[in-house]
């Protein structure tokens, strides 16, 4: 089975793992540019990178909507419980679970986390996942860290990144620039832009972006729009 990745807008990403569909930080409702709405989201599992209103909107709805479990850091997990998701899966940086299709490790990022009410929300993360027998990074909301050499290397087995969806929109993350030296510790065959072009301050010019990672020969590069879907490599 092919694994498959869908952006939806702004940071979030469906991933058909062949075996249960990941949701990545679910904004739908709020964002202006969403290709679905949040009640018509199907997915086995939510994944959240930190609690920032632009990821875990509607996180509460549809893991009650469908039972999904959400994994998520600590606090994140605290806060969701509150607010009457009974599925929550709680780590932290550095652990490593079982989800539908393979397995997720909870990343480094560099960012912070609160949720809108004040409510602190733990350590931010990226997403490290071993799913359909692919190795996807998604680095999440982060700036260009060392680190990212560590998280590009091959596991064990030889297997290195197959894709890496990195924030491009700057101001609040990485912007182009910082993400082709992000790309070049990574080693990625395929990159995938987000976190852009939702609101004016993060507009970027994507296909750009792509053409320079492309002619860096850092990877292949993809621009999908909202609603588009990838095989993975
Ligand atoms: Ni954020
Ligand atoms: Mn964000």
Same mark, same amino acid.
């Given at each position: 089975?092919?694994?498959?990745?869908? &952006?939806?807008?702004?940071?979030?990403?469906?991933?058909?793992?062949? +075996? @249960?569909?990941?949701?990545?930080? *679910?904004?739908?409702?709020?964002?202006?540019? $969403?290709?679905?709405? +949040?009640?018509?989201? $199907?997915?086995? $599992?939510?994944?959240?990178?930190?609690?920032?209103?632009?990821?875990?909107?509607?996180?509460?709805?549809?893991?009650?909507?469908?039972?999904?479990?959400?994994?998520?850091?600590?606090?994140?997990?605290? &806060?969701? @419980?509150? !607010? @009457?998701?009974?599925?929550? !899966?709680?780590?932290?940086? @550095? =652990?490593?679970?079982?989800?539908?299709?393979?397995? $997720?490790?909870?990343?480094? /990022? !560099?960012?912070?986390?609160?949720?809108?009410? =004040?409510? %602190?929300?733990?350590?931010?993360?990226? &997403?490290?996942? #071993?799913?359909?027998?692919?190795?996807?990074?998604? /680095?999440?909301?982060?700036?260009?860290?060392?680190?990212?050499?560590?998280?590009?290397?091959?596991?064990?087995?030889?297997?290195?990144?197959?894709?890496?969806?990195?924030?491009?929109? #700057?101001?609040?993350?990485?912007?182009?620039? #910082?993400?082709?030296? /992000?790309?070049?510790?990574?080693?990625?065959?395929?990159?995938? *832009?987000? !976190? %852009?072009?939702?609101? *004016?301050?993060?507009?970027?010019?994507?296909?750009? &972006?792509?053409? +320079?990672?492309?002619?860096?020969?850092?990877?292949?590069?993809?621009?999908? +729009? *909202?609603?588009?879907?990838?095989?993975?490599?």
């Amino acid at each position: 089975m092919p694994v498959t990745l869908t &952006w939806t807008g702004h940071a979030t990403w469906l991933i058909d793992t062949g +075996a @249960g569909t990941l949701l990545v930080d *679910p904004f739908f409702d709020e964002c202006p540019t $969403a290709s679905m709405r +949040a009640e018509d989201v $199907a997915c086995d $599992a939510i994944l959240v990178t930190h609690a920032h209103f632009d990821h875990v909107a509607d996180a509460v709805a549809i893991a009650t909507r469908t039972g999904a479990t959400v994994f998520c850091n600590y606090e994140i997990a605290q &806060w969701l @419980g509150r !607010h @009457g998701v009974a599925k929550t !899966h709680a780590m932290n940086l @550095g =652990g490593r679970v079982a989800v539908p299709g393979g397995h $997720a490790k909870m990343e480094l /990022a !560099h960012h912070s986390s609160s949720f809108v009410d =004040g409510a %602190y929300g733990g350590s931010p993360s990226g &997403w490290l996942l #071993d799913v359909g027998g692919k190795r996807i990074y998604v /680095a999440g909301d982060t700036s260009v860290f060392l680190d990212m050499e560590r998280i590009g290397r091959p596991d064990r087995g030889g297997r290195g990144l197959d894709a890496a969806i990195l924030p491009i929109g #700057d101001l609040f993350t990485m912007g182009p620039e #910082d993400s082709l030296e /992000a790309l070049r510790m990574l080693r990625a065959k395929l990159a995938l *832009p987000s !976190h %852009y072009g939702t609101w *004016p301050p993060i507009e970027q010019d994507a296909a750009e &972006w792509a053409r +320079a990672v492309k002619a860096a020969g850092l990877a292949d590069a993809r621009v999908l +729009a *909202p609603g588009e879907s990838v095989v993975v490599p």
